[in-house]
């Protein structure tokens, strides 16, 4: 488990960090104490996740398109 704070992980890591807790959790040779960390660590990657998913496609969706629907440009989307 990484000690890098989620609000600082790329996607990429978070899903990455998240696929490894769901594993050990699914082996079930965790400590109960142990356990329940990495239950809160995963919660917090999957919700880092589903955010930069849906500011994904947030910037996906802004794509603007012409009269026959080919994109021609893109509607600037400001950064957090």
């Known amino acids: 488990m990484s000690d890098t704070p989620v609000e600082k992980m790329s996607f990429e890591d978070a899903m990455k960090e998240l696929e490894s807790v769901v ?19 995963g919660a917090a990657l999957k919700e880092h996740c589903q955010k930069k998913l849906a500011q994904a496609e947030e910037k996906v969706a802004r794509i603007t398109l012409d009269a026959e629907g080919r994109p021609v440009g893109t509607e600037r989307v400001d950064a957090e």
């Open 23 to 41: 594993g050990m959790l699914e082996a079930g040779e965790v400590p109960l104490e142990d356990s329940v960390k990495l239950y809160e660590r």
